[in-house]
């Protein structure tokens, strides 16, 4: 505390002289430490107050993103079974209609060869011989056919294949150096 100041300071507001070893010195230094003692009891008490509120506050941030995700793994696990219940309706129905284009076209492949084979028999000598020989050929057609049909390679494919050999020669891939 600069006396020097305060007391040229109190002589220009009040027209009163103090000396440097006045009482008033005394008294103002006993309010100052007065206050500090006030400050700083102030100062820590609301630093424990404002960590137990970031504490709290913490903590009630940590319940909050706990019930965020449990409740969004909970609506992420709903979504998955009603995808997976989708999907097997889906595959069951889709299944079904393959077995029954399947069971549509041997029927008609079945019909098909019955007809050749009976026609062979009664227009050509060793008839016997040549229905074996279009059974076979039958066989292996419903064979590939099956193959086609199951590996889902549509005529739409093979022309596509064939499209690209006919425009650019066959494909060859060499490898980059």
């Known amino acids: 505390m600069d006396k020097t100041r305060l007391i040229f300071s109190v002589h220009k507001k009040t ?23 006030v400050f700083e009891q ?10 137990a509120v970031t504490e709290k506050m913490v903590e009630a941030g940590q319940q909050v993103a706990a019930q965020v995700a449990a409740q969004g793994c909970q609506r992420v696990t ?36 019955e007809a050749a084979v009976r026609a062979a028999q009664s227009t050509k000598p060793n008839a016997y011989v040549h229905a074996h020989m279009l059974a076979v050929g039958a066989a292996i057609a419903i064979v ?14 093979r022309e596509a294949a064939s499209a690209q050999t006919h425009r650019s020669g066959p494909v060859i891939s060499r490898p980059r150096s």
């Open 42 to 51: 102030a100062d820590r008490t609301l630093t424990e107050r404002a960590e």
């Open 15 to 37: 027209g009163i002289t103090l000396s440097p070893d006045d009482p008033a010195f005394a008294q103002a230094e006993l309010i100052r430490s007065v206050l500090e003692s």
């Open 78 to 113: 709903e979504m998955l079974r009603e995808s997976r219940g989708a999907m097997a309706r889906e595959t069951e129905q889709a299944q079904q209609r393959i077995n029954q284009q399947f069971e549509n076209a041997s029927r008609v492949l079945a019909h098909n060869l």
């Open 144 to 157: 590939f056919f099956a193959l086609g049909f199951f590996m889902d390679w549509s005529p739409s494919d």
